[in-house]
């Protein structure tokens, strides 16, 4: 098997096994590299010896590519602060690499993997690291993270034939060298805004399919343990599937001449459903509240289609919404609450549904199979429901 049989069969298999890591995986640049002794991820580009990947089973690649993933996503969050950034790096592939052996993935040989790091944080392992290094004299590393950042920085020519042959640079020559790294440097950024973006809508989509990763959580808390306004939270719903009809057929041509595979966002219809609980106990002043908020979220987007229905016991009243229009709804019923006829409403009269906001009390009698499409309940207190996420609505 040569080396891109081997990577492309790696990647296949990540997306049907660990589709979190393979969805990942897709957006980053590989390249072969015979400098490296094994592979280097620098959150961009995953640098591959292809020796060393000869070598390699190809359980071990998938290992490679998740790894080179996962230190994509940590090349977003700042979380090192004044860490010495060469004990910073190590602890962070500690920490990835506990993770991944946890999910199932096989480790190579010579990775940075302990079995006493699963379920730390890559603060924890940190503070582990730099305490066992006072006790090795021997290691040649500057606390201070210089080594590091001079080894990841551009070697500098010092006194070099071509240097010193060069013609000094006029000015006209100056300005457009500046200008060309001017532009590099916000195309650069400008990627870096869109894998963010890519990276936090693939964690909340599979989050939502209940399909994370053992353990993410340590390595990426802030995923987790930020505390968000229901409104950045509905926001972010909303979003997730006014792109979700994200392709890789074609891909995104912006970054693709950088050997980055960043799917394409097509113009598809985006459709939401949103069903209200007419019953006497739901508060009409957050339910306002909330149609409001849907309303201005909606002003984003140009192309969408939200179907409100009403319903207690029953289904009361369905109409469509475009572009333009003022989402209204009408006060019909005030009895008890059954979900079930909302359901089998959606079944019935509405072609392909991707999600449906679900604003009531959480009073009533749910369905006993899921729906086969994103289901949001919007409450004003927490209950327990049989599937989909809730979210918690105070004014």
């Keep these: 098997m040569t080396y891109q049989e081997k990577l492309t069969k790696a990647k296949a298999r990540l997306m049907l096994e660990h589709p979190y890591f393979g969805t990942l995986a897709s957006a980053l640049r590989i390249e072969s590299d015979p ?40 090349g977003h969050m700042e979380r090192r602060g004044g860490r010495d950034k060469w004990l ?11 993770m991944l052996v946890k999910n199932g993935l096989q480790a190579p040989e010579y990775v940075n993997y302990q079995p006493q790091f699963e379920g730390m944080y890559a603060e ?10 006072k006790y090795a004299p021997d290691t040649n590393h500057d606390s201070s993270g210089d080594a590091q950042d001079q080894e990841e920085s551009p070697r500098q020519p010092s006194g070099s ?71 950045e939270v509905l926001s972010g719903f909303i979003a997730s599937y006014a792109k979700s009809s994200y392709s890789f057929m074609p891909p995104n041509m912006k970054y693709l001449y950088r050997g980055i595979y960043l799917p394409s966002l097509s113009s598809d219809l985006l ?22 908020e849907v309303e201005s979220i909606m002003e984003v987007y140009p192309n969408f289609e939200i179907d409100i229905i ?15 229009e003022a989402l209204s709804y009408e006060v019909s019923g005030g009895g008890g609450t059954d979900f079930r006829p909302v359901f089998e409403y959606i079944d019935r ?43 918690l609505l105070q004014a």
């Excluded at 910073?88 to 506990?98: H, K």
């Excluded at 924890?124 to 290094?133: A, C, N, R």
């Excluded at 459709?271 to 002043?285: K, N, Q, Y």
């Design 161 to 231: 034939n071509e240097e010193q042959t060069q013609e000094p640079q006029n000015e006209q020559g100056k300005a457009e060298s500046a200008q060309e790294q001017e532009i590099s440097q916000q195309e650069l950024d400008a990627l870096q805004e869109e894998l963010k973006e890519h990276f936090e809508q693939i964690f909340n989509k599979l989050k939502r399919q209940d399909a994370l990763p053992k353990d993410l959580k340590f390595v990426v808390p802030e995923y987790f343990s930020h505390k968000v306004d229901w409104r």
């Design 88 to 98: 910073w790096r190590e602890a962070c592939d500690f920490a990835v690499n506990a």
């Design 310 to 324: 009403t319903a207690d016991t029953k289904v009361h009243s369905h109409k469509t919404y475009l572009p333009g």
């Design 271 to 292: 459709r939401l459903i949103i069903a209200i609980d007419t019953s006497g106990s739901v508060d009409r002043e957050l339910l306002g509240i909330f149609l409001g």
């Design 349 to 391: 009269n509405i072609d392909y549904p991707t999600a449906l906001l679900f604003f009531t009390d959480g009073q009533g009698i749910f369905p006993s199979e899921e729906a086969n499409y994103d289901v949001l309940w919007i409450m004003p207190e927490a209950v327990e429901v049989p599937f989909g996420e809730v979210l």
């Design 35 to 74: 400098d490296q002794l094994t592979f280097k991820s620098d959150g961009n580009t995953v640098r591959i010896n292809e020796e060393y990947i000869d070598k390699l089973t190809v359980s071990e690649v998938e290992f490679i590519l998740s790894n080179g993933a996962m230190h994509a996503v940590l």
């Design 124 to 133: 924890e392992i940190y503070s582990q690291l730099k305490e066992e290094m």
